[in-house]
């Protein structure tokens, strides 16, 4: 199981930046979060161009916002969980400054 761990959290340098292995697990649960975004915004659409009422639309525009936000949610736990705590063991402190960028980004 350790090492299964290790494999899934494996963040490495890629061609166009970092990259990270994740656990069968965690790709299929951020694969099906995105699935329900995406037939979420679908049915935006369609309310738009069926002309529904605009605080329909909006409601449904908050749930994907909500839906969105829940996903950042798993994704940032999962990362500090994995590369920053590796990282920091590494005696790589650089990873700090990347959370705090990144943090600073979602907070917006």
């Not at 049915?43 to 969105?68: F, S, T, W």
């Amino acid at each position: 199981m350790a090492a299964e761990k290790e494999t899934a959290c494996c963040c490495r340098a890629g061609e166009s930046g970092k990259t990270k292995e994740r656990s069968q697990e965690e790709y299929k649960d951020l694969i099906h979060r995105l699935n329900r975004i995406e037939g979420q915004i679908r049915g935006i659409r369609k309310m738009v161009e069926k002309d529904a009422y605009c605080p329909d639309i909006l409601v449904q525009v908050a749930a994907a916002n909500a839906a969105l936000n829940s996903f950042n949610k798993v994704l940032l736990a999962n990362h500090i969980k994995t590369c920053v705590v590796r990282d920091i063991h590494e005696g790589k402190e650089e990873v700090i400054d990347e959370l705090v960028t990144v943090l600073q980004k979602l907070m917006k």
